[in-house]
């Protein structure tokens, strides 16, 4: 008698495995497979192009567009300022000793004196393409508040050496032009000069026109209050004493001549005062004296480039919005859905390294966010910016930008970041509050809620809400540049953000490593 | 064939008061309630409190006080969002609505019952915010720079406007509350509710506050639930509102009967 053997079952299938790779494939499956979320997505990225065009569609340019200079490039620029200059032929150089800066705000006396020299007052040597506004140029110069700096074309600065000028410690400054190419230096003594910058000025003619220079920004009074907000700008002007003077490659029988450049130094007697105060008195006027090799130059406006209040494509791609708290919705959903069916209880039998979960989950809805705010970003970038044009808002103020630049990268690149990101951390509140509404509720609070309040407070408490809450990686969608040296103000209100835009984006990404960090312990610490 | 003791027949005001019982059992006995009170009503009055310490009179002298004082409005709202949106939406997801319109088959009487018993808490939660945020208003404020000598008297009821903008704030919070009874019950799903009732509350704003066109922005100021029903916070500057503070509130009053009815329509027209 035999008895059958009995071979137990074992089944076909290769035993499975619990790589990080299947996690991925299993938590892109629970999204893939529920229709309502891949509708939900859809429409994200349907309503952050939408909205967005809407936007553009709306925005009208009713005022009328200041004058402004453009500069090579293309830059829109202020360029106002006293020039006493003579024609330079070829090269040559020019070289100055400053010994004093000061400056006059007009101002009503509640502003006190404090504001007298202006930070980005600027008096100096100028070698310049010619006198129209606008023409190449590059410039050694001693501020009111940056020490000395090296500018060219606008956009162009190098800091040189720091703190202010008196007769006590005087600047030298120094320009050198060799065919195209202009050399500033600085010293502190006449004798030991260091190179600040060199730069290549395309297109310079043979005969330039160099001198000295001096101007001053207006003083911008900036509020932001509960009742409204303003900014009122104070004509202000500079006076630069300048002595040892010489000018090499000057052109034999000339002499200094006065020119205010762009209207620059017509000097701002347009008093605001409040009723019943004294006024001081109106300021002096644009000019320059000479005397015994010895000039004072005063002057008012700007050599800097032009930037706009309003920003209207990074207004516009405030419409993403509806898309981000849609996404927020996602993501929260995506984790407190496995609470409310019991579904986390077999995603962690088949995945008990719980942490691991959390972070596939986090890579998967990441990932799915990010793609979908880049289709709705890039299909609506190009449209916004042509209805913008059609509406008012034109070059040189607001330059054509194309998706392929970096502004244009930056805002629809960041837009897809910001919503992925900002998905994200809904999840990890999902996660730890295992609950949509409450979950869904703190992350738009978070991100959206800041930039209510911050239109409501004072400019201050405003700027650092946009520093320290996730709502700073709205920044990303700032489409103006804005330079350190021009004094602008800056209010959330308008769409300008204090920090740098991947450094806000950064503060966000910290709120949502910080938010998954915790709840991966709680997530390890809990019972499911 | 009489089957005694099974069906009670109750009157009228016997099955209100009824109806109006069971709601308030379910509301009261789910920790989530109390901690929404909680949370409205700190968030409220921490964020108030907060503001009226920031705000400095030299600077900001054109403040209106009262309205900066009930400030924290802004955010307790969410809370008190979430509280009408889980009264609803959590009885989908426990199922436990099937229980409840067994129960009470005339499914307008359980909406209204539930709008009633929210509405109260609310009512009595947003009371205690408001009170505390005028109290933080006229601590911190004298100390600001808010005093006599900038034209500013200390916060209190006995000023007329202060009053409305105090009660109306209140009001305003119960008519959140309704609103996003209404959302909810038409969408039934808490996450999908609760987005689109935060969505129509702070983006709207946001989006209103931005755009670059003065009809639309005044459009948005004026029909916007969170802007126009905040106009009732105005005691300052009142001939250059959008809106004026009752018909703001009205405006807010409209979207929540409409948020209502809607719900109410579909929640006699669906299965549950």
């Known amino acids: ?528 | 064939m009489s089957w005694p003791g099974l069906v009670r027949w109750s009157s009228a005001p016997e099955a209100a008061r009824d109806a109006l019982h069971a709601e308030w059992t379910k509301l009261r006995t789910v920790p989530s309630t109390g901690w929404l009170l909680l949370s409205a009503i700190a968030l409220t009055v921490g964020v108030s409190a907060l503001t009226t310490a920031i705000v400095k009179c030299p600077a900001s002298c054109g403040a209106d006080t009262t309205k900066v004082s009930l400030t924290g409005i802004e955010l307790g709202q969410a809370a008190v969002a979430v509280l009408a949106v889980l009264a609803m939406s959590s009885e989908y997801s426990s199922s436990m609505i099937r229980v409840t319109l067994t129960a009470m088959p005339r499914r307008s009487a359980m909406l209204a019952a539930k709008a009633a018993i929210v509405t109260g808490v609310v009512l009595a939660a947003g009371a205690l915010a408001v009170l505390g945020s005028l109290l933080a208003g006229r601590l911190f404020l004298p100390g600001n720079g808010f005093t006599a000598a900038h034209g500013f008297l200390p916060l209190s009821l006995y000023h007329a406007p202060t009053v409305r903008a105090a009660a109306g704030s209140v009001l305003y919070l119960a008519l959140i509350a309704l609103f996003s009874l209404g959302v909810a019950t038409a969408l039934r799903d808490s996450g999908v509710a609760i987005t689109v009732v935060l969505g129509l509350l702070y983006v709207l704003p946001v989006i209103g506050g931005l755009i670059l066109n003065p009809h639309w922005e005044r459009r948005f100021q004026r029909y916007s639930p969170m802007n126009a029903g905040l106009a009732i916070q105005a005691t300052k500057g009142l001939g250059k509102l959008p809106i004026g503070p009752w018909e703001g509130l009205g405006v807010l009053a409209a979207w929540a009967l409409a948020a209502l009815l809607a719900g109410g329509l579909l929640l006699r027209l669906r299965d549950a």
């Open chain 1, 1 to 528: 008698m035999t008895t059958p053997v009995m071979t137990p079952y074992r089944s076909s299938q290769q035993p499975g495995r619990d790589g990080f790779a299947q996690l991925l494939r299993a938590e892109w499956t629970k999204f893939r497979t529920v229709r309502g979320w891949v509708i939900g997505m859809v429409a994200a990225a349907g309503l952050t192009a939408l909205a967005t065009v809407a936007l553009a569609g709306t925005a009208q340019n009713n005022n009328s567009l200041p004058s402004v200079a453009t500069g090579p490039g293309g830059v829109a620029a202020t360029d106002t300022f006293y020039f006493v200059h003579q024609p330079m032929a070829k090269d040559g150089s020019i070289t100055v000793r400053v010994t004093s800066l000061t400056g006059r705000v007009s101002e009503p006396p509640f502003l006190g004196g404090a504001h007298a020299v202006q930070p980005w007052a600027k008096a100096g040597i100028i070698i310049k393409a010619s006198t129209r506004p606008g023409s190449a140029y590059a410039a050694m110069m001693i501020t009111g508040g940056h020490g000395v700096r090296m500018q060219y074309d606008f956009t162009g600065d190098v800091a040189g050496l720091p703190g202010t000028v008196s007769a006590a410690s005087p600047r030298w400054l120094r320009l050198t032009r060799v065919g195209d190419e202009i050399t500033g230096y600085d010293s502190a003594d006449g004798t030991h000069w260091t190179k600040v910058g060199a730069v290549s000025l395309t297109g310079l003619p043979s005969t330039v026109q160099a001198g000295l220079f001096a101007t001053s920004p207006p003083y911008l009074l900036v509020r932001q209050t509960f009742a409204n907000d303003s900014g009122v700008g104070f004509g202000t002007v500079d006076r630069g004493a300048f002595d040892h003077v010489s000018l090499q490659g000057g052109s034999p029988g000339h002499a200094w001549s006065g020119a205010a450049i762009g209207g620059g130094g017509a000097s701002g007697s347009k008093l605001n005062c409040p009723p019943g105060q004294p006024c001081a008195g109106p300021l002096p006027p644009a000019g320059f004296t000479a005397s015994a090799g010895t000039f004072t130059v005063t002057g008012s406006g700007d050599i800097a480039p032009y930037v706009p209040i309003v920003d209207p494509l990074g207004v516009t791609f405030k419409g993403s919005l509806i898309g981000l708290i849609a996404m927020i919705a996602l993501g929260a959903l995506f984790i407190t859905s496995e609470y409310r069916r019991g579904m986390i209880r077999t995603t962690l039998t088949a995945s008990p390294r719980r942490g691991r979960v959390l972070v596939a989950k986090a890579i998967v809805m990441g990932s799915v966010t990010f793609a979908a705010g880049l289709a709705g970003a890039a299909v609506a970038f190009p449209i916004a910016e042509s209805k913008l044009r059609s509406n008012g808002w034109v070059k040189p103020i607001y330059p054509v930008m194309s998706l392929f630049s970096g502004i244009g990268l930056q805002v629809v690149v960041g837009t897809a970041a910001l919503l992925a990101v900002g998905a994200v951390l809904a999840l990890a509140i999902g996660a730890l509050l295992r609950r949509s509404a409450g979950a869904i509720t703190a992350a738009i609070v978070l991100l959206v809620f800041p930039l209510i309040l911050a239109t409501v407070l004072p400019m201050t408490p405003a700027q650092w809400l946009m520093r320290l809450t996730p709502a700073a990686a709205f920044g990303l969608q700032q489409a103006t540049v804005r330079y350190p040296q021009v004094s602008s103000g800056c209010l959330p209100y308008h769409g300008c953000y204090p920090l740098a835009p991947w450094y806000g984006f950064a503060v966000l990404c910290a709120w949502a490593v910080a938010g998954l960090g915790v709840a991966v312990y709680q997530l390890r610490r809990r019972d499911a």
